[in-house]
């Protein structure tokens, strides 16, 4: 099968950030990282193409930087990159991200689109919903576990109570939930063929796509903080206070 | 002049320091505690092939240089010594001397699995009577038709007794001052491994006396030249001394990290004990033993992957950096406090680890003797 990732870079997570004072976007340092939450996306886009002997073809839009982080996500294997850095991108919102990608990935040809359910530094969750829309194809989402049965795509949507069964025959959209399967750590032979992987860095014109940032970040505020825990003070009794509070949080 | 590290060094190092904070680090206590060695974690590195590293691709390795051994190394020993020194020894004392010496039969039988991870080999040179005077090896072995008959015993042998354990290099005499090297397959009639020795740290590595009684291999099991034994460990010995430097490194390095987090964190007298310039010193002085010993340490790489002589920079980095680790353990601790005496802190094990590194793959005795010599003195 002919597999397409949607992966973003991200700034490390481990790094403090800041937001542009006027734009309020994050400002995005030269090195970013492969957002964690698309390695689950890279591994099962790999373990489908191992089944299947296919390939995969990772598509990403944001600022190239140094590429850090799609090389991670090629040092896993796979085996080529669409990078879409525009200027004029700079704020797209979901629906233009939704666009641009649609364009790429119908560029690059596919049988199965792989997502995570949302990017770690964005959060929006909705831009695999809307390239599936754009595609026309059908939407496998929050995948827990994803099986090929025949020609048919089988996967189990995660739900608050335990999960459905869900199937459709590709070509079709797949967002995978963290521990849909354990991703590699790139070797070092991955690593260095990484290096000669080939990158095809794009502007939204050359994709034929035009299109605007719909959306303007009018203001960003701190999140309340987390008010202060309740201390039980032991005088014999603190258990029944637990029980008692772990009751109320209808936790048993 | 260049220090910078390449993209991939860089790239490299960030997946080994994200693998052993997820795949080492929540077990090390525990397997110190319970002196595992850590069988799934041995094979996960395999998978990963850290230990087919600086080997060829034809054998299943990666072609990498020292270099990238050294990064691996220096990673895992950050979180845990004994992970690391498994990986040091599989593939400085287990699989080296088989790549270095061996004849294509021997590399083509024993290497794949050595370099995937699937097995383990040890290096029988040390002996209860002669350590750091190898040349003293009591270890005989005679040919016997088309047999080799070994008798003597060997000590501390990393790596000789896990259950994946393919074979153990031994070194033996041949004849009058001739000192060979022989491969001994485990599980060989006459080849006994005793029990684990009670160590003072290293609880997650495999180390084992070994006993050898009328134990019959074949006479194609001579490794490299008869004879030659000795001069082939000797240079087996200045890669090892390079890669010891690395875990040195590590440790000293995390001694720093965990002393600067935990100076700035712990209150006495209403403020962080950092603030004093007793404690702060520290940390800075032991900025400075760690910055010290990762530049002669992967100098001594860089001029070993450059094809360049670096037998005298492997004993500066080894025997600074181990020095420096040591220090920095002791200084750690010491900083820690009482916590840092109890086995709930990672310094702790770090402190007992680390004694050995100033020990194993050339003391610090015999390693200034070296380096004495080295400089053109008529010692």
């Known amino acids: 099968m002919r597999v397409v990732v949607c992966v973003k870079q991200i700034p490390d997570p481990a790094s403090p950030f800041e937001l542009d004072p006027d734009t309020h976007f994050l400002q995005r340092p030269e090195d970013q990282v492969l957002d964690d939450t698309d390695r689950y996306g890279v591994e099962m886009g790999l373990t489908i193409a191992e089944q299947t002997e296919g390939s995969v073809a990772l598509v990403s839009m944001g600022p190239a930087g140094s590429l850090q982080g799609i090389r991670q996500a090629l040092a896993m294997g796979a085996d080529r990159a669409v990078v879409i850095d525009d200027p004029n991108l700079r704020g797209a919102d979901s629906l233009a991200t939704a666009r641009v990608l649609t364009a790429a990935i ?25 390239i599936a829309e754009l595609l026309n194809v059908p939407l496998l989402s929050f995948a827990k576990k994803v099986d090929l049965e025949g020609d048919r795509i089988r996967i189990e949507r995660q739900t608050d109570y335990g999960f459905d069964l869900v199937e459709a025959a590709p070509p079709a959209v797949i967002t995978v939930t963290s521990g849909v399967v354990e991703p590699r750590y790139p070797t070092f032979k991955g690593i260095m063929a990484a290096k000669s992987k080939p990158i095809d860095q794009v502007s939204a014109g050359e994709l034929g796509v035009t299109t605007a940032a719909g959306q303007e970040i009018v203001a960003v505020r701190a999140a309340p903080e987390r008010a202060a825990g309740e201390v039980i003070e032991d005088e014999g009794d603190a258990h029944l206070r637990i029980v008692q509070l772990l009751e109320q949080a209808k936790v048993i | 002049m260049d220090f910078e590290p390449s993209p991939e060094h860089e790239a490299f190092r960030r997946v080994i320091r994200e693998f052993a904070l997820a795949e080492v680090a929540p077990y090390a206590e525990e397997w110190d505690r319970t002196h595992t060695f850590p069988l799934e974690t041995v094979a996960k590195m395999g998978d990963l092939g850290l230990f087919g590293l600086p080997f060829p691709e034809e054998y299943g390795g990666s072609g990498a240089d020292f270099t990238t051994l050294c990064i691996a190394i220096e990673e895992l020993a950050r979180v845990d010594q004994s992970i690391a020194i498994t990986l040091e020894a599989g593939v400085g004392l287990g699989a080296n001397p088989i790549y270095q010496f061996g004849t294509d039969e021997q590399r083509q039988r024993w290497l794949p699995d050595l370099v995937s991870g699937r097995a383990l080999a040890g290096f029988g040179l040390t002996e209860a009577g002669a350590g750091s005077d190898a040349a003293a090896t009591g270890t005989k072995a005679t040919l016997d038709g088309d047999s080799w008959v070994i008798n003597g015993s060997k000590a501390f042998i990393t790596n000789s007794g896990t259950p994946i354990t393919s074979l153990v290099t031994v070194t033996a ?207």
């Open chain 2, 173 to 379: 005499r041949t004849g009058p001052d001739e000192i060979s090297a022989i491969i001994v397959p485990a599980g060989a009639d006459g080849f006994t491994v005793e029990p684990a020795y009670r160590k003072m740290g290293w609880h997650a590595s495999d180390t084992h006396g070994l006993v050898f009684q009328d134990c019959r291999v074949p006479a194609e099991n001579l490794l490299g030249e008869r004879g030659k034994g000795l001069r082939q460990f000797l240079t087996i010995l200045d890669d090892g001394r390079i890669a010891m430097a690395a875990i040195a490194v590590g440790v000293a390095q995390a001694c720093l990290d965990d002393s600067a987090t935990y100076a700035s964190e712990r209150s006495a007298f209403g403020r962080p004990i950092g603030s004093n310039q007793a404690i702060a010193f520290k940390c800075a002085d032991m900025q400075v033993a760690v910055e010290a010993a990762r530049l002669l340490t992967y100098r001594a790489a860089w001029l070993k992957d450059q094809n360049r002589p670096f037998k005298q920079a492997a004993a500066l980095a080894k025997l600074y950096s181990t020095e420096a680790a040591v220090g920095a353990t002791r200084e750690a601790v010491q900083i820690f406090g009482g916590a840092g005496f109890v086995d709930e802190t990672p310094v702790s094990r770090h402190y007992r680890d680390a004694k050995v590194l100033e020990i194993g793959e050339g003391t610090s005795e015999i390693l200034r003797l070296v380096i004495s010599r080295g400089i053109g003195l008529p010692i």
């Open chain 1, 106 to 130: 119908s560029r690059e040809g596919f049988d199965v689109v792989i997502a995570g359910t949302e990017s770690t530094d964005g959060y929006s969750g909705v831009v695999p919903q809307q």
